[in-house]
């Protein structure tokens, strides 16, 4: 990575703007750094020089990515505080501030984890910036997790794939929070992120790329008639969420992955339009799946025209059509909208993010802060901990007995009861993220309970039990008979 690269980048979205300041800051780095390493190897500014780059790439303005230029300096280097305010000014050093401060957590297990989550949502109220430049950053570290030890890859993977992904949906960010999700995968789920990778990007590609070919030699020409410039991208599925999908819904990948995605970016939203007509002129669209939410976005903010229509074989595809502002702000969130609002608008916060202040001044409590931030951010995933502080990752509304089971195979066919928070709980309560529990077990136990298969959630759990109480004719008699499998 290039200095002129990021400024080549940075003059794409900001064409009138000085970018003198991002060399200023790249010789700065440069020579605070000078002739130190990476655990990759690679000279260290070439960390920082990817950092401003992805955040150039999200259209993040000056100060944001002057600040991905020098982020480690104060901490790792001679160089202090105050010669970065002397050189760059008060918003820049108050933003490395925010990022050094983001970065020095003390604690282990559960306590880490409250700890790392009330500093991002500080940070967040503070400025929300500073999220942006810690995310790119720690996106530049996993890409080169390689070098460090097993068990510290799967540490920063775990934490990301905990704090950093959810909090980056949260704020809309959806390129990153997919990438992030990708390398974590990677790291936490190996063999499982090789078998779809192969599937996924080796078998199916050619497959999928010669029927995009044919979709493309029918709408191309119509684009070109019509006079409308485009961008036409097959839609990439990131590896992580596929693999979410197959969990959740107990299913294996052809019938996950079988629909064929596109998406026209176009000038302007005449334009949307126009590309809707063709495409709807060129195929017969499926009943009840054009969505226009250009006239009515979502509540999110979220704007594109979504329609589905049957391609070339009578195979579905889906279809995605918005304007280049849209689409940015599809990807980037918060940081498209940064970049897109005036100036004057630049001290917005979101509503989510005014509440959580507003909660922080009511409770000083951490755990009870994090259940009072709605925690729906995490989407259908929940984290719960066990006494030694290790997270697992659970579907929503799993049970002590779908952790159990999560832990190791004995700990579940020997579960006979739970403490959650320091409290009796039952087999068959609904955890929440951040729950502390701890299973207790009968070593004399041999069998699982049929009737857990009532309420567990996860296909390890169903698996196991099932195997099981399988197993001997004895166990499926005892069912029958009651009070002996308890
Ligand atoms: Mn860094």
Redesign the pocket.
Known sequence: MTIDRIINKFLEKHPDEDPTMLRLAYDFAAEAHGGQLRKTGEPYIQ?PLH?AYMLAEINADLPTIVTGLI??VPEDTDYTFEDVEKNFGAEVATLVAGITKLGKIKYRGIERYRENLKKMFLAMSTDIRVIFVKFC?RLH?LRTLEGLPPSKQRRIAQETLEIYAPIAGMLGIWRLKWQMEDICFKYLYPQKFQELEQEYEVEKKAERNQYFQKIKSDLLPRLKDANIKYDLEVRFKHLYSIYLKMQRKDRKFDEIYDVFALRVVVPTIDDCYKVLGIVHTLWRPKPNRFKDYIAVPKPNGYRSLHTTIYGPENKAVEFQIRTQEMHDEAMYGLAAHWYYKSKSEKGMQPMWVKEIVEIQKEISDTSELIRNIKLDIFNDRIFVFSPKGDAFELPEYSTPIDLAYAIHTNIGNQATGAIINDRLGKLDQELKNGDLVEIITDKSRQHPNRDWLKFVKTKRARDRIKQFAKKGPLENIKRFIPGMNR
């Open positions: 960390h950092t982020h480690d950053d570290n």
